[in-house]
């Protein structure tokens, strides 16, 4: 009799950690940063890099208790149907995760597609169309390369995060060493006047910033192929976001200490540009080729972890069972890598990248991350401390700073218009199409809140 395919543990910490650390940078904090300075309009948009930090830390408290409690692919699909409630309100909370995930998944992916195709043309001058078929040939790739089992893509990880790594502190170095400060702590007369006008232009560039950042909780969504999960799901979560807050701050630092902010607002290339300024053209076409790595290494991450949390879903009955198949003989799930794939091609053909990043954000910041941070506090009342292996520190206080903040965003993501609607907007609506479509089902399948209080289980809430 044949085995049933498993997910196998086979990801370490050093593993772990590259896949969060490749996820996190890609082509994200390289288009971002100069939108950001064109936001604050000076060198104080460094600030907004500092918060979206301290939003990252305090978050990540969230899911390094979570991640390390439930280590099963998935993250937060298993998170929140848990924490809310099994057979109550977790039914309805992690429909509505895979719901969203659905689309701002691929969207993710087209972001990054359509960044690299955008750098590419520093190197080879590109048409509209010619951008389009390279950021959907990007995609296509990437899905060839993660068809294979998981020890052969931890091992491709560890090479591109040490590129990733690399790059950035070559750029960081040669700021270092053409640092003119005058250039990056003068500001404008206006630039901390704290005004509420102050907070919302802070807010509107922390969202930025905050996408830059997303990815630390990568590692939960492969729960399920992290050996030793309950230590080393939190602390490749904190390398991680300490890591690459410290990278993104000296990155930012060393680009406003060599090129006026004027500047750096205008370009399109900014890492081009500011090697260009330093080492000369030839130097510049080099560094955005590491661009180009880097973005490709974060697309690698990011379709590995998505990939997972359909298949959890499926693997639950909670999602179309064809999404919990595994690979035969690679025991990776293959459906759900393809779909997700394919739907992210369509987007990188369709959309640009003004149009992502904030409804990226606005879709994800009411389920996954203020439904977390309320789980972990659902989920202290409901589990004893032994069945805990990491509790974050000064509980309940990142929890609650972590709602707040997110809260806050949300907020911002009004101000920022796409699709001739905020994306504030937008994400709630999928939200609520997303409610509409769990009730019918539940409705069709006599699920909750439909079944007499009697068949309902024990719940949470």
Known sequence: MNKKPELRRELGLVQATALNMSDMVGIGPFVVLPIVVQIMAGPQAIWAWVAGAVLALVDGFVWAELGAAMPKAGGSFVFLRETFGRERWGKLMSFLFIWQTMIQAPLVVASGAIGFAQYFTFLVPLGYYEKKMLSGALVILIIALLYRKVGDIGKISVVLWAAVLGTIGWLIFGGATHFNPDLAFTYPETSFDFSGAFFVLLGQATVKTVYSYLGYYNVCHLGGEIRNPERNIPRSIFISIIGIAILYLALNLSVLGVIPWQEIQNSQFIVSTFVDHLYGHTAANFATGLVLLIAFSSLFAVVVGYSRIPYAAAREGAFFSIFGKLHPTKDFPYISLLFLGGIGFIFSLTFRMSEVI????????????????????????????????????????????AILLWIWLFNATVYTVIWNMSAAFWGISVMILGIIVYFVQARIRGEFPFVPKDQAGSTLL
Request: net charge positive; no cysteine; charged share 15%.
């Open 358 to 401: 904030s409804a990226i954000l606005a879709m994800r910041i009411i389920v996954q991350f203020i439904g977390g941070a309320v789980g972990v506090m659902l989920l202290r009342r409901k589990w004893s401390s032994d069945r805990l292996p990491f509790k974050m520190w000064l509980y309940p206080v990142p929890a609650v700073m």
